[in-house]
């Protein structure tokens, strides 16, 4: 099993950017995406199931999408109105197993993380 991550970049205050991540080897129930800014613990962006739940962090509502393509195996979260304190490491991560998706501990896959940095 292999996820692997694209799209992060350098972007300035209120542009957007499109992440990507896709699984290889299996179908998977929930798949997420997380961050980790420098000096800050790994936290949920957004997360969605199969079935088209999502889940999003309070600080992002509004702001980002997280969409899935079943046939592709792959999630994607399109990022607009980006602030600077959206700057950081942006992970993708799946699961075979149904959960809320809130915590890094309810996936079993990661992929490598892609920077996304977000100019004032």
């Known amino acids: 099993v292999q996820l692997q991550a694209f799209g992060g970049g350098l972007v300035q205050a209120g542009g957007s950017l499109k992440l990507s991540c896709v699984a290889s080897g299996r179908t998977f129930i929930i798949m997420g995406w997380f961050r980790q800014a420098p000096g800050k613990e790994r936290e949920l962006v957004a997360a969605?199931?199969?079935?088209?739940?999502?889940n999003y962090a309070d600080s992002v509502k509004g702001r980002f999408t997280i969409s899935r393509d079943n046939a592709k195996n792959a999630v994607y979260l399109q990022m607009n109105c980006l602030k600077p304190g959206d700057t950081a490491v942006y992970y993708c991560?799946?699961?075979?197993?149904?959960?809320?998706?809130?915590?890094?501990?309810?996936?079993?896959?990661w992929g490598q993380g892609t920077q996304v940095t977000v100019s004032s």
């Open positions: 969605i199931t199969s079935r088209v739940s999502t």
């Open positions: 991560a799946a699961d075979l197993s149904y959960s809320s998706g809130y915590h890094s501990h309810d996936y079993d896959y």
